[in-house]
């Protein structure tokens, strides 16, 4: 149980263009979704938070207009990175939150970005 | 602020050797304590939990950690280690409010035949 996915695994865009990275839970209910961005070599940086049916939360820094995540159920979020650039090639990781674990989050295989 | 530390970027053992992978915690009050494991090129898998019912968790694939309070650590160990436990690992604390997770840097774990 506890299945998370993501959609595309891998994506390759031209600049200018937006991408759509879809996040699931596949057997339970997630009331709240994690953003992450992951750079080479380092830790996950939280990029925002999402709570079904309201607006996310984003971490200082992280441009909302740049990352838009929706949350329109209770078993999908979709982070759009609009007008990609070069410098937002990364690897997107999803988790999400059930509400009942103990702060426990389900990790998504993670998206793995790459704009020419 | 909550802060997660993983000494050791890079832990090298050989096989059959005790892996120890160090973590230490920032919040005062008691923590949630997660240990992660990622693969190259995907997400992170829990290994295990800390949730204050016993200060010894024991996780997945053979690996345990120990909460001890007076040092604010939690490290991971696993007594003989295995090629295939060669991945990044990352220890992290949960908060209680918001749900988030703050992860520590991570730690390379090599395995040398």
């Known amino acids: 149980g506890a299945v998370v996915s993501q959609h595309p695994s891998r994506v390759i865009c031209k600049s200018g263009t937006s991408v759509k990275i879809e996040c699931r839970s596949l057997?339970?209910?997630?009331?709240?979704m994690f953003w992450y961005r992951q750079f080479p070599k380092q830790s996950l940086m939280l990029m925002a938070t999402?709570?079904?049916?309201?607006?996310?939360?984003?971490e200082q820094g992280v441009e909302k207009d740049k990352f838009l995540i929706n949350h329109a159920s209770l078993t999908l979020s979709t982070l759009t990175v609009t007008s990609a650039h070069p410098e937002d090639s990364s690897f997107y990781i999803c988790?999400?939150?059930?509400?009942?674990?103990?702060?426990?989050?389900?990790f998504g295989p993670g998206t793995r970005l790459t704009v020419l | 602020a909550q802060s997660v530390t993983q000494l050791g970027s890079h832990v090298s053992v050989s096989e059959g050797a005790l892996v120890l992978l160090r973590c230490n915690y920032s919040?005062?009050?008691?923590?949630?304590l997660f240990w992660y494991v990622q693969y190259p090129n995907q997400g992170l898998q829990l290994l295990l939990k800390?949730?204050?019912?016993?200060?010894l968790v024991k996780g997945i694939n053979g690996f345990e950690a120990e909460f001890k309070k007076s040092e604010t650590s939690f490290h991971l160990t696993k007594p003989s280690a295995h090629m295939s436990d060669a991945a990044e690992y990352f220890c992290?604390?949960?908060?209680?409010?918001?749900?988030?997770?703050?992860f520590g840097q991570g730690t390379t774990l090599q395995v040398k035949p």
């Open positions: 992290a604390e949960g908060s209680s409010n918001t749900g988030k997770l703050i």
């Open positions: 057997d339970f209910q997630a009331t709240t």
């Open positions: 988790s999400a939150r059930d509400g009942q674990g103990l702060n426990e989050q389900f």
């Open positions: 999402s709570n079904e049916g309201s607006k996310a939360t984003y």
């Open positions: 800390y949730t204050s019912a016993a200060t």
């Open positions: 919040s005062s009050v008691p923590p949630y």
